[in-house]
């Protein structure tokens, strides 16, 4: 089976869900049912390092990649979420070149960055024996970045040329927030920074992702706005 880092850089879109609920439940259920990645979110949700750990296991045994949303730039976090076998990590709120790299520091092992070697959980996610982990699953960890204030916009070139990045989403409820126009999606300035940010990115060498936001109806896409808000 074709790694995640793989299939993102392939012609097919990726489905995945943001999971706030502090279930292995749920997580194998949306695992099962057919998501091509999970991202369990410890920054808004109540989600502890067991649960983590046991969301993550959740995904075994199918195509289902575990990522993990950390509260923010936190050696500690990523550690510990990697270390339970979580396959990506979404940082938020990065708003530079240099914590862009950062970020990619935190998931990467010397010397191309500075995580610790501690994979004894995440060896047995992975199937792999524990001194053959990094190798084999070392350099497979996507490193996500959330693209959410005004600064991140203004900065946004130079983040895109930032090695290691496996994954940059424009995440619009935080940007409208901080642009003063909140959930209006259609706001000149929102959509502004979205088109601006969308043409800085192609040819760059990694994708882009996009929030979706299921109402549950076939209300259809908005017209004349940039992929990134058009999909919500």
């Known amino acids: 089976m074709s790694t995640i880092r793989d299939r993102l850089r392939g012609q097919v879109p990726l489905g995945g869900y943001a999971n706030l ?3 292995p439940v749920v997580t194998q259920a949306l695992a099962a049912a057919g998501a091509d990645v999970v991202m369990i979110d410890q920054e808004h949700g109540p989600i502890g390092p067991e649960s983590m750990h046991a969301m993550v296991a959740a995904t075994a045994g199918t195509a289902c990649s575990p990522w993990v949303r950390v509260p923010g730039r936190d050696e500690g976090c990523v550690k510990a979420a990697l270390d339970a076998g979580a396959e990506g990590i979404v940082f938020p709120l990065v708003t530079t070149a240099e914590s862009a790299a950062d970020c990619v520091a935190l998931t990467r092992y010397p010397p191309e960055g500075r995580r610790g070697w501690g994979p004894f959980i995440a060896h047995s996610r992975w199937g792999v024996d524990l001194f053959d982990y990094l190798g084999q699953r070392g350099g497979e960890t996507v490193c996500a970045l959330l693209i959410e204030t005004r600064a991140a916009i203004d900065n946004i070139e130079e983040i895109c040329q930032v090695e290691g990045i496996g994954c940059l989403t424009i995440a619009p409820f935080d940007l409208s927030t901080e642009l003063g126009v909140s959930g209006q999606l259609n706001a000149p300035e929102l959509v ?7 043409r800085c ?6 994708p882009a992702g996009r929030c979706r936001l299921d109402t549950g109806t076939d209300a259809p896409a908005g017209e004349g706005l940039p992929p990134a808000l058009a999909s919500l």
Do not use: F, L, N, R
């Not at 990115?201 to 990694?206: E, L, R």
């Open 21 to 23: 609920i502090p279930s």
């Open 192 to 198: 502004q920074a979205v088109t601006y940010a969308e």
């Open 201 to 206: 990115h192609p040819g760059i060498g990694y």
